[in-house]
């Protein structure tokens, strides 16, 4: 392509971005769903692209798109938010995730001939939800700081469950052995450890900044979230749950004061929280990464069988029901039955089942082309099925309908406002 025609696409891109996203706000119908249909038009469809053309830079671009979307939303949530969400958060995640590894398996086995370990691995790609869909959807509906913080933090944390799982069961195929405490201390060293460092990053980033007046740069803390994103992956642990500890430390300063959990080391310190002008801008660049992100994510879904898009339509269809029994028994009761109907659509998969559809191909596994083939459908699928289904909510009678599937919630609350009364 020329490099003319390439300059003037992606201004068209950004300027169409900002257009959807404001559509988006006017309609509740999610821009990245239209940003998706345009990746296929151009990349599958018309031929003008292809994700072998961005060579090294897709992946790279994906874990920039992680970093910055999580730190942007950890600065949105409140710590009496999170302590409020935390039990329904981790209910929610893991039968969640077991749900639809169970799902995986018993289809993948029957319909595409997967073996068992193939299987697992599919269900652990898709087990999450994106953090790139939920958190900027959740910020345009009409539902309560608990439930925004609820699906806030499944989409983080599970993209964590999915990325230890993933690799564990990747190590499997390469050792051909099974540890599942290995598995286990995995997962809790790359949770524990990365929220350690984030939370330590903060508060000295939130000490220091204020001393580097003289670099009058609005890019300085974004670089230092990718410093610590970098830095956390490369031990090992998960870079995007310390991005998101970052931004939840920025964001919750009064919480985080130096003088109190680091005694030894400092005796007073000042520190500053990130100023409007600088929050906005993250929220623009997440803006301006999901236009091109999931463009990319269009590009990227073939269409050449029809079998593989069976297949990621009859899982993204078994997902979305089965999203509705786990809402039922997970998320805590205290949330109205609007919320929990919302709850219950938010299905969306993209940037870690995106990153993560690779691994199993780059390992040699017999079926990663397939696994690879269809999360990017179910991407696709899952994201229309939440955009379908969340207009239908926001905007139609099916809203009442959806609602009378979760009766029993909002009990407790409307209990102890009689009991103020």
Partial sequence: MDPAVTVLFLGLLIFLGNILSRFFTLTKIPDVLFLIAIGIIVGPFLGYVSPA???VVGPLFTMVTLAIILFEGGLHITIETLKKAITGTTAIIVVSFVVITIICIVTMTSWAGFSLIEACMLGAILGGTSSAVVIPLTRYLNIGTDTKAILALESAISDVLCIVVLLALVNVVKLQKINAGHIIGEFIASFLIAIIIGVVAGIWWSSVYHKLTSIK????????????????????????????????????????????????????????????????????????????????????IHFTNMNIIYMGALLTIFIYLARIAIVWFTIPRSIPPSDAAVVAVMEPKGLAAAVLASLPLGAGVAAGQTIQDVTYIVIFFSILACSILIFLLEKTPFTRAYRKLFWMFGKETAVSSEHQK
């Fill in 217 to 300: 740069s609005i890019f300085i803390t974004m670089a230092f979230v990718f410093i610590v994103f970098g830095f956390v992956s490369l031990l090992g642990f998960s870079g995007a749950i310390a991005a998101l500890a970052l931004g939840l430390t920025l964001g919750n300063l009064n919480y985080f004061k130096a003088e109190k959990i680091l005694p030894s080391l400092v005796d007073k310190v000042t520190q500053v929280e990130l100023t409007p002008v600088e929050t906005e801008f993250f929220s623009q660049l997440v803006s301006l990464l999901k236009t091109f992100f999931f463009i990319y994510i269009g590009i990227s």
């Fill in 53 to 55: 053309e961005f060579g």
